[in-house]
């Protein structure tokens, strides 16, 4: 069946450092994939979209990669602030709908 | 510019009893989406409108009803709460023509509705 899979535990860094979140996917074969912001008590909010075409896609500190041989996105948040802690949603554009992850909690500590 | 507005925001119902969640976009989306939200689970779709008049079930249709009723609204309907439908719903819309559910636009979401069936 298919299968999405985010880190379930809360990704703790230091402000300034680079933090790193992984999406893996299984039996999928997405021509999307995109990435979302979500704080707690609110919606969901769109950050990145990159295409199976691209192997890269940035965004002012966001940078999002698309691996589809590995099927693996990585997104990255450079010189993290603690303004940046909130959990983080991957969607993957399938054959008919869009499928959601189950999100990573990123905590920048000061 | 309010994007997606929900409501309510809160609401308590026992079980059996019916509501109906509204929803609105002022941003002129074709498409429109609802979802539930459960811990461990991510979002699942419920239903999806590709546009005007049309509607589609998703991932967890079962126990609900939805209306387009034009462009800007979709409403989802709870005609037997049950406790299994405790969760947070989240409406979502997209200017994607196709429904947007191959994922090639991003999708824009409300604030969510809480939802406790006791």
């Known amino acids: 069946s298919q299968k999405i899979e985010q880190n379930s535990e809360a990704l703790n860094i230091q402000e300034g450092k680079t933090a790193t979140l992984t999406c893996n996917y299984t039996n999928y074969s997405p021509a999307y994939l995109q990435w979302y912001r979500q704080d707690p008590g609110r919606g969901p909010v769109f950050l990145l979209l990159?295409?199976?075409?691209?192997k890269e896609k940035r965004k002012e500190r966001l940078k999002v990669t698309f691996d589809t041989t590995l099927k693996q996105s990585l997104f990255h948040i450079t010189a993290s602030q603690p303004a940046d802690s909130a959990t983080y949603l991957c969607?993957?554009?399938?054959?008919?709908?869009?499928?959601f992850g189950t999100g990573t909690l990123l905590a920048v500590q000061p | 510019n309010a994007g997606v507005t929900q409501t309510p925001k809160f609401q308590v119902l026992k079980t059996g009893q019916s509501m109906t969640l509204q929803c609105a976009q002022d941003m002129n989306h074709n498409s429109m989406y609802w979802y539930r939200q459960d811990p461990g689970m991510g979002l699942r779709l419920i239903y999806y409108s590709a546009s005007e008049g049309t509607t589609d079930k998703g991932e967890v249709p079962n126990g609900y009803n939805v209306s387009r009723l034009n462009k800007r609204e979709f409403s989802l309907r709870l005609e037997s709460a049950a406790p299994s439908q405790t969760s947070v719903y989240f409406c979502a819309s997209s200017s994607a023509r196709d429904g947007g559910i191959i994922g090639n636009q991003p999708q824009h979401f409300g604030d969510g509705t809480r939802l406790s069936i006791l």
């Open positions: 969607a993957l554009g399938a054959t008919n709908k869009l499928i």
């Open positions: 990159i295409r199976e075409n691209e």
